[in-house]
């Protein structure tokens, strides 16, 4: 280097240390850094200078030296690590301890030299791809440690051992096995899977099975449910406090199919325990319990809602097939909803709601309520109890909650047409005997029926109440009338006029009215017919009620509130003392099945008996003669004898309405063919049969051997025809 | 075969136009002849005794299928009746304008009813002709199984058997309408007997064939 007077370019340069090639130049930088690494495994790093070390591995790269330098690297940790792999397979009692501390120590040593070799890291080791030197270290320790054969099975069979033993109650020492399988998935992931993991679930496996094996023997159902809870809780613990967090999934899943899954059915299905006598006692913790359980393995919900469904319907079966439970419809349906009421609970509390249980109990109650072809009937005779009598004192709104309940029933049935039909009559007989609480809780019910199946199905109910509205304002209208005006003398009338159409079709029996009573009727029907021209009037007496006074031997006088057939009997009994059933049946004409029935509550019943019979039987034969009774007793001035209650049924009253509805339907089918047939033009007979039946399920199920019958019968009124082509087809004829 | 409608509807305006062509009246004069032998002196109409002379003349029964055919041949409309008009349409399609010519034809009228597109048409021409009333649409159910036997009998005797044994047994069905009549042929044709294997309940064969299969299935047990 030397000054320049020429005129030339001023040029500066680099500092150039003097160089010295010295062959034994790269033997003796070497030297040093291994006497480096040498001290630092020893910890005795802190006698070194960082800055002369840093400018040696320096040098060595620039001077070309770094793959002596990185050789050299490997070989002398390699040393190290044999010598912390001897001392580690020797420890006794403190194995994984030592294997930390050492993993502890070679892991500093490997960050000091990393940071001396910082250089060579960032040159040499990219320019050439050699592997980093931390990452370096790493796989050094991995190959010479865990991957010897003495370590490797001695730290998986320890750290398994630990965790056995923590799942038999000990304590163990977490921290250290957390560092230790830290170390393991710092090595990589793989080598945290194939050294540890593996094994770890294959012997959680094999652990679990047995425990399950033991405990399934032992234990009931809610306990053994509440062990499996509490080991997959215990386990997903483990996991975050000494294990790689990847490993939860699979650890859960271990568990819950050894405990769960394959003893589901068992659980099940255990006696005494299982999940039916949950349900039964109403157990919704542990219901709630197995529900979570459960809900981890594939089909586990299925399982429980399929048993659950199967003995819903057994139990409805059993209910609605139960000859008991069938004299008593109030009670029946209240049984009914009782259940519902039940399993709404359940499903509500332990099961969140499922929207698959929710169907499955629909399914169920759809199922058996419809095995019993009385269930319309009986389900219409609810609602008139509740709407005669109301629920027990309740305000409106309770009222109206049960209303609610029926519904959801109501909606299970498939012959809803039943229904109506039974629902009319009822509704007449309550509007008529003016039996109903309120007539807000019935407009309301026809609300609800209206908003469920449309204004069809109540449009004659609605017509209903308007005549009984319209009657009042008659009545007013006929007394305040010549006709009505001097009746002084008379008995008080009152006349229900029902529109034909709109109340449930009565054979029209008429009977012999006494006279009094025809010399007022007539006064009315005078009246009326003058209001009203061309309209016809009859006299339903099966369907009235009146009040009479009369007075006993000893002169007390009652009230007795009657039905019609009945006054026509003991007005007889103002001319006569005694008459045989014969003489009676002449003098009044009523039918014979309803005049038994007005005898029997006339003189068979306690406390009402107004007749006396000869002979006391109980059954009423057509050679009984009937007296007054003038030894007549009762506690309460107005008697009630009056039969025109809503009652069950009896089986061939039963047999005519459900005649009555067969005949109904078969108009709404052939309307439902030929609307299909309209739109469509061409159909074949399956097809035909599924829209039909689509058509019309919201009111009844319709046989398909009806539909057929019903095809037939508009193929020859020319309707439809068969295809000519394709005689599987029908063809609507416009 | 020449469609006979047109013949009879140009041998109509032969008969109605005032004055008949010589050719028309000749073509007809020997089957009108023969007409007049059988036919009831007042009425001008082949009446049931005329028929029944007929037949023997024929040497065929009076119940035979065969007079039936013949029916059909003449488009005949009511049943025991043969009118001038249906008399020549038959005998003019059976080109017989004598007794032994016609005698002769009827063997080959039986063959061509054999045909199945003729037999179709035969078939149900031999339910309309036993509708003796104006707006009848079924007939009882012991004629409709004579019938049955007598048209169906020899191709399809073992279901014929079953079925009019099936109709007298039950007491559901008291006529059967054409609808029912056709249906029971189509059951002959596309149903192998006695095994039924392929019949659907749920297709669109009338009701009564359903009830006779699960009839005679229960009596199979």
Known sequence: ?734 | MRRSSNRKSSSASAAAGSGSTKAASKEFEKIDHLFNVYADKSSAIIDPEGIEQLCSSLEVDYTDVRILMLAWKMKAQKQGFFTLEEWRTGLKALRADSMSKLKKALPELDKEVSRPTDFLDFYSYAFRYCLTEDKQKCIDIESACQLLSLVLGTQFGPQVDKFTEYLKSQSEYKVMNMDQWMGFYRFCNEIPFPSLENYDSDLAWPLILDNFVEWFRENQK
Request: hydrophobic residues 35%; proline residues 3%; neutral net charge.
């Open chain 1, 1 to 734: 280097m030397s000054g320049q007077s020429k005129k030339k370019p001023f040029k500066i340069e680099a500092y150039k240390h003097r160089v010295e090639v010295d062959p034994k130049y790269a033997d003796r930088t070497w030297a040093v850094i291994e006497h480096a690494i040498n001290e630092i495994y020893n910890h005795n790093a802190s006698g070194l200078s960082f800055e002369e070390l840093y400018r040696n591995a320096y040098n060595m790269v620039l001077y070309k030296f770094g793959e002596r330098q990185y050789n050299g690297l490997v070989s002398t940790v390699t040393r190290h690590l044999r010598d912390m792999g001897k001392a580690i397979e020797s420890a006794q009692g403190s194995f994984l301890d030592e294997l930390n501390r050492k993993w502890s120590d070679h892991t500093k040593s490997m960050q000091m030299i990393r940071d001396v070799l910082m250089y060579m890291d960032r040159t040499y080791i990219p320019t050439n791809h050699k592997t980093p030197v931390y990452e370096l270290g790493l796989n050094l320790w991995r190959d010479h440690i865990i991957h010897s054969a003495k370590i490797q099975t001695r730290l998986v069979d320890m750290l398994l051992e630990q965790i056995h033993r923590e799942r038999m109650g000990e304590v163990i020492n977490r921290g250290l096995m957390r560092s230790v399988t830290k170390m393991l998935t710092e090595l990589g992931s793989s080598v945290y899977q194939e050294v540890f993991e593996k094994s770890f679930l294959d012997v959680s496996a094999s652990f679990y099975s047995g425990e399950s094996q033991q405990y399934i023997e032992v234990y009931n159902c809610s306990n053994y449910l509440r062990m499996a809870e509490k080991r997959i809780n215990e386990e997903v613990e483990r996991v975050s406090h000494y294990l790689d967090s990847k490993t939860e999934p699979k650890i859960t899943a271990v568990v819950e199919k050894e405990l769960v899954e394959t003893h589901m059915h068992r659980l099940v299905h255990m006696e005494n325990s299982g999940l039916i006598p949950m349900l039964v006692s109403n157990m919704y913790e542990d219901l709630n319990c197995m529900y979570n359980l459960f809900k981890r393995v594939p089909s586990g919900l299925n399982l429980i809602k399929d048993v659950m469904a199967s003995h819903l319907k057994e139990t409805g079966k059993q209910l609605v097939t139960d000859p008991d439970r069938l004299k008593d419809p109030v009670d029946f349906i209240q049984r009914l909803l009782d259940m519902r009421e039940k399993y709404n609970e359940i499903i509500t509390k332990s099961f969140h709601n499922d929207k698959a249980f929710q169907n499955a109990l629909n399914a169920s109650f759809e199922y058996f309520i419809n095995i019993n072809n009385r269930s319309p009937e009986f389900i219409s005779l609810f609602v008139d109890d509740a709407l005669r009598k109301g629920v027990k004192g309740a305000s409106d709104d309770d009222v109206d909650q049960v209303l609610d309940r029926v519904l959801v029933l109501f909606r299970y049935l498939q012959e809803k047409d039943v229904f109506e039909k039974y629902y009319k009559q009822h509704l007449a007989k309550r509007l008529l005997s003016a039996k109903s609480v309120s007539e807000e809780a019935e407009r309301g019910m026809i609300l609800k029926l209206k908003t469920e199946c449309g204004y069809q199905f109540t449009s004659k109910l609605e017509g209903m109440f308007n005549d009984i509205k319209t009657s009042q304002d008659t009545m007013l209208g006929f007394y305040n009338s010549p006709y009505g005006n001097d009746m002084a003398d008379m008995p008080a009338i009152t006349v229900q006029i029902l529109t034909t159409g709109s109340w449930p079709t009565q054979n029209i029996n008429t009977c012999i009215l006494p006279a009094e009573i025809v010399i007022v009727c007539e006064k009315f029907k005078a009246y009326y017919l003058g209001t009203h021209n061309g309209r016809r009037l009859t006299w339903q007496t099966n369907m009235g009620h009146a009040d009479l006074k009369a007075t006993f031997g000893k002169g007390q006088k009652h009230e007795l509130n009657v039905s019609t057939y009945q006054m026509c009997v003991l007005m007889l009994f103002n001319s006569a003392d005694r008459l045989t059933y014969r003489e009676i049946e002449q003098a009044t004409d009523i039918p014979g099945p309803d005049l038994k029935r007005c005898l029997q509550s006339l003189a068979c019943v306690r406390g009402k008996n107004v007749l006396r019979k000869e002979p006391m039987s109980r059954d009423i034969s057509e050679d009984d003669a009937f007296l007054f009774n003038d030894k007549f007793t009762s506690k309460l001035v107005k008697v009630k004898i009056g039969t025109v209650v809503a009652q069950k049924e009896t089986e061939p009253e039963k047999m005519e309405t459900r005649q009555r509805v067969e005949e109904d339907r078969k108009p709404q089918i052939e309307a439902a063919i030929v609307r299909v047939m309209k739109s469509r033009r061409v159909l074949d007979h399956n097809s035909i049969v599924t829209e039909v039946t689509n058509q019309l399920q919201a009111r009844f199920l319709p046989n398909p051997v009806v539909i057929k019958k019903r095809i037939e019968s508009l193929i020859e009124r020319e309707f439809l025809e068969r295809d000519k082509a394709d005689r599987r087809l029908y063809r609507y004829m416009a």
